[in-house]
């Protein structure tokens, strides 16, 4: 596709759940970050991968988020046991990457997650 | 980490030119200065980048002072739809060049 692609666009789900985030970065773009964004806040960095490379997970609020990138491209962002607080918009970009330069990011439209 | 300082809000009236300052103390040799714009439910949008000095662009305007540890994004005669709130990015000080959003600016752009 054009642009980067999230699914699903809204998800709600009840306390202790699991859930899976996808995002499908812009084809060809080595750089793949997960943002999230609280109502009325601003960007909470989570993770960051860089193509082969091992990712920067240090911005994963606990031990029940993680993520992987398979083959270098799609993405997914799994949160177990959900809490109330773990709600907010999940923010993915994608960028052509490159040591030494911040690239430009294109951004997702956010899955936006409800925890009851 | 690189950790950027930008106003919570600013309030301007249409044709105005607005200039929205970001304060970044610990900004790397290599780091370049982005920032975006966001609007209610979607994602940001990459406005200008810059390294030092002056860049320019079709929508806004970067100024970057020589010791780099702060910059100005200038949007020259606002209207309504620039209602949004802007953010400043720096790369982060660490090598994994994690990227570190600032707080943001919301701008209201008043008739």
């Known amino acids: 596709g054009a642009g980067v692609s999230q699914s699903p666009s809204n998800k709600v789900t009840e306390k202790g759940k699991d859930v899976e985030l996808r995002c499908d970065p812009i084809?060809?773009?080595?750089?793949l970050y997960w943002y999230r964004q609280s109502l009325g806040q601003g960007l909470e960095f989570l993770i960051y991968f860089q193509g082969n490379s091992a990712p920067d997970k240090s911005g994963l609020p606990s031990d029940r988020f993680s993520a992987e990138r398979t083959g270098g491209s799609v993405s997914t962002l799994t949160i177990q046991r959900t809490q109330q607080e773990d709600s907010a918009v999940y923010l993915c970009?994608?960028?052509?990457?490159?040591?030494?330069?911040?690239?430009?990011?294109?951004f997702g439209e956010g899955s936006r997650l409800t925890v009851l | 980490l690189a950790k950027t300082t930008q106003p919570i809000s600013m309030d301007s009236y249409e044709g105005q030119e607005v200039n929205i300052t970001c304060s970044h103390n610990?900004?790397?040799?290599?780091?370049?200065i982005t920032w975006y714009q966001q609007f209610p439910s979607q994602g940001p949008r990459f406005i200008i980048q810059?390294?030092?000095t002056k860049v320019t662009n079709e929508v806004a305007s970067l100024f970057i002072p020589a010791d780099r540890k702060s910059s100005t994004l200038s949007l020259p005669r606002v209207s309504l739809s620039d209602t949004a709130v802007y953010y400043c990015l720096v790369g982060d000080m660490d090598s994994s060049y994690k990227l570190i959003f600032g707080s943001g600016t919301r701008l209201l752009v008043r008739p």
């Open positions: 610990n900004i790397a040799t290599n780091d370049y």
């Open positions: 970009a994608s960028s052509l990457g490159g040591q030494g330069m911040t690239g430009e990011l294109f």
């Open positions: 810059g390294y030092k």
């Open positions: 084809s060809g773009h080595t750089a």
